[in-house]
């Protein structure tokens, strides 16, 4: 299915009939192989006018996730080199796991049009449905020690910040540890899954759940009052694969920082954008609650709470203001 982008570009060169015998002569294959990719993108959902005489005309595009659609808006060299799209998965981050333990290569992309086992923090489930939002996971294979590797669930959450900044010209807000908000519901969250040895990461599965399209009433009940989707927020819907292809631009820039500048540099980063210092938090563990004021986030991503002239160092919990 090589050609399928390619056959794309050509159908995408003009508001026009293109001929079956000019796309066989450019790719270099047969009139009857011309045909077979037309049908395929048919099959895909794609909506074709197709004339003896003239050719072939686009005339719709379905909004999905395919490879071929995300590379249109991808400006990368290892993140989604490799896409594979499923339409129904249990987990894109159970997939990419057992992908990665078989040896797929770093930068390697699982994405579904929806996933019946979506997986959150702390063991919740995430809602997942069909065609409507985001659900990736992206094979890493840094060579770090386990001890540095937190901070990699940061880079997800500046990516989406800078994807809705550039699409929306809002800011949104970052909550510790990897939540993305809009007007204080969240619209994005990471669930960073390890394999590793005693001295070393084997790979990491950055699987990152965006709510891009979905509506108020698609929302499971138990989150209703907290989240949302970017279209809720804006009142506008948006193009799957150019808020994917962006989200994998700006996830390698910051994944190629991480590797060059460090894990410190990235909590920096992190703690600036969130602007974390000298808030007053509730951070919620199983059976546990810590109030107090955020100190900053140290080098390892974990969050310092100053609770009585106390600092608390804190991995894991849920953030509350
Ligand atoms: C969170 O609780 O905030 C993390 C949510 C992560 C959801 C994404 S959707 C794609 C990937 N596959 C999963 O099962 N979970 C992550």
């Known amino acids: 299915m090589d050609n399928i982008g390619e056959v794309l570009k050509f159908l995408r060169r003009k508001e026009d009939f ?12 047969s009139r009857t192989a011309v045909w077979k990719y037309i049908n395929h993108l048919e099959r895909y959902g794609y909506t074709i006018n197709k004339s003896k005489g003239k050719g072939y005309m686009l005339l719709k595009t379905p909004d999905r996730l395919y490879p071929w659609e995300v590379d249109r808006y991808r400006n990368t060299a290892i993140l989604g080199e490799r896409i594979i799209h499923q339409e129904n998965v249990d987990s894109t981050n159970i997939v990419a796991f057992k992908l990665a333990l078989a040896g797929e290569p770093e930068g390697t992309c699982v994405i579904a049009e929806s996933q019946n086992k979506g997986k959150g923090r702390l063991g919740r489930k995430w809602c997942s449905p069909v065609e409507k939002n985001i659900y990736l996971s992206v094979v890493a294979r840094p060579q770090v020690h386990p001890s540095v590797v937190y901070p990699i669930t940061f880079l997800s959450s500046l990516a989406v910040y800078d994807t809705i900044e550039t699409l929306t010209g809002e800011k949104p807000t970052l909550k510790w540890p990897n939540d993305v908000l809009m007007h204080g519901r969240k619209v994005c969250g990471t669930l960073l899954e390890l394999s590793t040895e005693a001295d070393m990461v084997r790979f990491v599965i950055i699987g990152i759940g965006f709510n891009v399209n979905m509506a108020a009433d698609e929302l499971d009940d138990e989150i209703r009052e907290k989240a949302s989707s970017l279209a809720m927020e804006t009142k506008k819907l948006y193009e799957r694969a150019l808020v994917c292809g962006m989200l994998l631009s700006n996830l390698e820039k910051y994944y190629l920082r991480f590797k060059q500048e460090g894990e410190r540099e990235i909590c920096r980063v992190w703690e ?8 007053y938090m509730a951070i919620n563990q199983i059976g546990e609650s810590y109030k107090g004021i955020a100190e900053g986030i140290d080098n390892d991503g974990a969050i310092l709470l100053n609770i009585d002239g106390k600092i608390k160092k804190i991995i894991a919990g849920d953030v509350s203001f």
């Not at 796309?23 to 294959?29: E, G, N, Q």
């Not at 600036?272 to 808030?279: N, P, T």
Request: zero cysteines; proline letters at 0%.
């Open 18 to 29: 293109v001929s079956g015998d000019y796309i066989s002569k450019k790719l270099d294959v």
């Open 272 to 279: 600036e954008r969130a602007s974390i210092k000298g808030k």
